[in-house]
């Protein structure tokens, strides 16, 4: 089989570049390889059983059309500031445009015209004096709300414009390797997701990879075999923060998402709030392995009375050790472990006495846990020192922020880890030094987030077209 361009991956940075394609008229064969299925089809029981069935043979959270996407809160930030190392790539200016520009898409299929973020200066200015007082730095970032539910019908929008455009996308499909010879793309090797069954090769001069934080092992794995140029790039090892909404209320009516970066002592490490969910709910997404990890969610409709948000602290390590991926699934295999392979959440004020917190104890505070089965234990035994003391700081800073952030009853969940780790070699044209093959999205190391990747996507269907 034979196709002029195979992106191997649906979530943003893939679906971004077939749309951009057809918007350019790319009058070639596009074939959009997904190993999960269509978005319709992608569902939780966890919204029944009230807890986690580790579904096989992928997570329906984290795979399927528009990935991890479908199921997060839906931010779009609209801020060069925010999502990742992509502006140092392509500058500051290009990157603010082409957020704008691929912003107009999203509106375009239906997302929210409404901004938050920008509406009450006065209310900035005394959050941003407060930030200056802790030693935190407010980072402006307008925020385009679209929520899970409505991300969902905004990229069912989008998979069906793709197929009724002329692209061809094969669900329930995992590239298991790449076809390279002499330094040159040739295709990919392709076997059913579900029955690991009609192994085939699909061949093409022009590969994206664009396979999400989900991806980022197998990407990692690839980079090895076939001398894909790349280095170990940062790792966020963090928890998942839940509080009451009376406590985040102003920082949620002035500013929807906080983000906040700090330089803790006593390691200066850069720790920073992401992902905040006013009114959300905390999730869980499994990975590999039947790794659990932390998440949050927020709906446009269906609210909660707590707000998440997670506080991950940021690590790069030198020689000799260059495996930031393994490192951070060796910290949630311990953190599962400790939760027999479910979400460990702990309350601030235990950790503060050094004692793992109860069921009991969960179950009379103010604070109630909204991820049902989440156990009560102590996730200071699992965390690394380094990271945990960061953590902690940066909550005691926050405090200062947000009166009431650091009570004892404040929940944290972990683990929450970041697998972007590894960062590819890209030149301009975002190719990579295999030629043909070009890198796209989180996986890459490039971008964080649901607009950069996005915006990735339409930058390299621009290269190609």
């Known amino acids: 089989m034979n196709y002029d361009l195979i992106i191997v991956g649906a979530g943003p940075s893939g679906i971004f570049t077939a749309l951009e394609l057809i918007k350019k008229n790319y009058n070639k064969k596009i074939l959009l390889i997904e190993k999960g299925t269509r978005i319709e089809k992608r569902n939780c029981p966890k919204d029944k059983t009230l807890e986690c069935v580790s579904c096989k043979p992928y997570c329906h959270i984290t795979t399927g059309f528009s990935g991890a996407g479908a199921f997060s809160d839906g931010k779009l930030s609209l801020s060069y500031e925010v999502g990742g190392d992509l502006p140092k790539l392509i500058g500051n200016r290009v990157a603010q445009e082409m957020i704008n520009y691929t912003d107009d898409i999203y509106l375009e299929f239906g997302a929210d015209s409404k901004i938050e973020g920008l509406e009450d200066n006065e209310g900035i200015k005394d959050i941003r004096r407060k930030s200056i007082e802790a030693g935190l730095k407010l980072v402006d970032c307008p925020i385009r709300h679209l929520g899970t539910e409505k991300a969902q019908e905004i990229y069912y929008k989008i998979q069906e414009y793709l197929l009724d455009n002329g692209v061809e996308i094969k669900f329930d499909t995992l590239v298991e390797d790449l076809i390279v010879e002499n330094e040159v793309i040739k295709g990919i ?4 997701s579900k029955s690991k069954k009609k192994r085939e090769d699909v061949l093409s001069d022009k590969v ?4 999400g934080r989900k991806g980022a092992d197998w990407l990692k794995n690839m980079c090895i075999k076939h001398g894909i140029n790349h280095s170990a790039g940062t790792v966020d090892i963090g ?12 920082v949620n009516n002035v500013l929807y998402e906080s983000k906040l970066i700090g330089y803790p002592g006593p390691f200066k490490n850069k720790v920073r709030t992401f992902c905040q969910n006013p ?13 659990a990890i ?36 060796k910290v949630s295999e311990l953190v599962n472990m400790l939760g027999d392979g479910k979400i460990l959440v702990q309350r601030y004020g235990d950790i503060l ?5 109860w069921q009991e104890e969960l179950d009379r505070t103010n604070v109630k846990p909204t991820l049902p089965d989440a156990v009560a234990g102590d996730i200071t035994s699992a965390i690394p020192y380094r990271p945990m003391l960061n953590i902690l700081n940066f909550i005691q800073s926050l ?56 915006v990735m996507g339409v930058m390299v269907a621009r290269k190609i077209s």
Do not use: C
Not at 283 to 288: L, R, V
């Open 279 to 291: 009114g959300g709910f905390v999730s869980q997404e499994n990975y590999d392995n039947n790794l």
């Open 399 to 454: 405090n200062i922020v947000v009166p009431g952030f650091a009570s004892r009853e404040t929940l944290l969940y972990g683990p929450e880890v970041k697998f972007y780790s590894n960062k590819i070699d890209i030149d301009q044209n975002f190719e990579t030094n295999i030629k043909g093959l070009y890198s796209l999205g989180d996986s890459s190391g490039w971008t964080r987030g649901l607009m950069m990747a996005s």
């Open 239 to 250: 928890v998942r923060v839940e509080v009451r909404n009376e406590v985040m209320e102003k």
């Open 353 to 357: 006495d050094g004692k793992r917190t």
């Open 208 to 211: 994206i990879i664009a396979t």
């Open 189 to 192: 090797k392709a076997v059913d």
């Open 294 to 329: 932390v998440n949050g969610h927020s709906y446009k409709d269906k609210k909660s009375y707590n707000t998440n948000l997670a506080i991950l602290s940021s690590h790069n390590f030198t020689k000799p050790f260059n495996q930031p991926i393994e490192y951070g699934k």
